[in-house]
């Protein structure tokens, strides 16, 4: 992962905790009273991959383990990860994509109520991606995946040879002289893999996308319906199809791209086929960039323009990270596919803590703020989840103190104590395992190896309650704490 050039070194610590009494008054442990989105506390874990779905999307024993974790922990609400709203084989990713999977998603929403007492919202996020390969060996690529153009046989000079034979002097060209023969999408699909780009209008499949995806994303939300979701969260974030409408890098010319107005459209027409299909009482809301924290990328000044579009359309909350791109991907090694957490832009969505002067944590609070604001300005009042670096009662309760969010989002410190919520609610802070910002689950899931966090998943093994990874080395969830 990219890591800010000057490398100062932070370890997290935590002055003071709250006593009991302080925090049961507190504004984190107060209720939201939204007209759909009714939370016990003001708490919420957002939306984290942990690799435990079957090959075939399916919900697994695995999978109901590691949400009924985090609910023993009763947060405000847990949301359950980027879950594939098309049927196609994605491998141990979750998929709401067909009725077959309703039954499995029930059996997980059970268990998340049985484990939190009731306590916990539990919401899914729905997620739509474009093709993405893996990096090719060169050969593959200049033998089969690569069309022979003219270009290239008039850059080359080799207008009458037949295609085998401009296939072997391709393959022959040092990495420089390439550059002058390929195109810069042809470079990127060898140095990278093929990556799909909602731009690519000359692609039916992508042209298409305003009228396919709408569908796709209302009927993934009646089957969260249907499974006993209390919501939906859009994945509006990242480098995925709905967040690349919205980048300012989208120059669609099809009335879907280009001005921010164009850019709002679908993630609004998908929001407004969601709302169709599940009614007016129904928790919708959606996850997307305060900064896409990359050249040309949209900013927080885009961020408040869309945050007020999607508030005056209905939505019920305000999910909001931040980069996590592609554009700025680091290489892959031949074999792997890019991944979108390398970059610099990948650094601002998971701070690590070998960082720069402003250090690891809150580093989205300011942008989220005033993406609230503007909200607000707006008249209205939809609720604003900020989410990043955020592992202290104290820093918590600043943001709703403050106004800077209404609901505070804790992805890799209730990874890493999953109790967090109960134990600083018990005024047991001092107890709690205070996340590293090692990454090193973030590095399991560019692996996509099962998640787990470092600070105990070597604890225990041998209990009867460890369930091991298939490494057979780590557990697979967090060791039990009570009270
Ligand atoms: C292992 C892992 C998987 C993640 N998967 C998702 C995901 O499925 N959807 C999403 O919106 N964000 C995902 N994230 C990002 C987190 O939700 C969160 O925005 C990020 O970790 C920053 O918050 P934090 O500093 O509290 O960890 C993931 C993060 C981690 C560490
Ligand atoms: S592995 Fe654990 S300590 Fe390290 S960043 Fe992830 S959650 Fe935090």
């Known amino acids: 992962m990219w890591k800010p050039p000057e490398r100062i070194k932070y370890q997290t610590t935590v002055a003071r905790w709250p006593t009991e009494g302080e925090a049961v008054g507190s504004r984190l442990y107060s209720p939201l009273s939204s007209p759909n989105l009714s939370l016990e506390q003001r708490t919420w874990v957002p939306a984290m991959v942990p690799w ?19 609910a023993e922990g009763m947060p405000g609400a847990i949301v359950v990860e980027a879950t594939g709203i098309r049927d196609i084989p994605s491998g141990p990713l979750l998929r709401i994509s067909d009725e077959r999977y309703v039954a499995g998603l029930r059996r997980l929403t059970d268990a998340v109520r049985e484990a939190s007492g009731g306590q916990t919202r539990l919401l899914i996020q729905l997620i739509d991606f474009l093709t993405i390969r893996r990096r090719p060996q060169p050969e593959a690529f200049f033998n089969r995946f690569l069309d022979v153009t003219a270009t290239h046989r008039q850059r080359l000079g080799m207008k009458q040879q037949d295609e ?81 409408f919205l980048s300012a890098t989208n120059t669609r010319s099809d009335g879907y791209g280009g001005s921010r107005e164009h850019r709002v459209r679908l993630p609004l027409e998908v929001y407004e086929a969601v709302r169709a299909e599940v009614g007016e009482d129904y928790a919708v809301g959606c996850r997307f960039l305060s900064d896409e924290i990359i050249a040309t990328g949209s900013d927080v000044d885009d961020a408040c323009f869309f945050a007020k579009e999607f508030a005056l359309a209905g939505m019920d909350f305000l999910s909001l990270s931040r980069g996590g791109k592609f554009d700025d991907a680091k290489q892959p090694k031949v074999g792997w596919a890019a991944y979108p957490y390398t970059g610099q832009s990948g650094y601002e969505c998971m701070p690590a803590y070998l960082s720069d002067e402003r250090g690891p944590w809150g580093r989205n609070s300011e942008p989220v703020s005033q993406i609230r604001a503007a909200v607000h300005s707006a008249g209205m009042s939809t609720p604003i989840i900020s989410t990043g670096g955020i592992h202290s009662f104290d820093q918590a309760e600043a943001l709703l103190a403050e106004g800077k969010a209404d609901v505070v989002g804790f992805a890799r410190q209730a990874l890493a104590d999953p109790d967090w919520f109960q134990k600083v609610r018990l005024g047991r802070g001092n107890e709690v395992l205070l996340c590293r910002y090692s990454n090193y689950c973030e590095g399991l899931d560019q692996k996509h190896k099962q998640v787990t966090c470092e600070l105990w998943d070597r604890a225990a093994l041998d209990s009867p309650d460890a369930i091991l990874a298939t490494d057979g080395k780590r557990r697979l969830t967090a060791p039990h704490w009570s009270p």
């Open 52 to 70: 435990r779905a079957s090959e075939e999307g399916d919900v697994t024993q695995d999978v109901i383990d590691w949400y009924a974790r985090f």
């Open 164 to 244: 085998q034979a401009v296939r072997q002097r391709l393959l022959s060209l040092s990495d420089s002289e390439l550059e002058d023969v390929l195109s810069p999408r042809e470079l990127e699909s060898l140095r990278q893999g093929y990556r799909e780009r909602v731009t690519d209008t000359h692609l039916p499949t992508v042209s298409t996308l305003p009228t396919t995806l709408p569908v796709l994303f209302a009927q993934a939300a009646r089957r969260a319906q249907a499974a006993g979701f209390d919501g939906v969260e859009l994945h509006y974030a990242h480098a995925y199809t709905m967040a690349s």
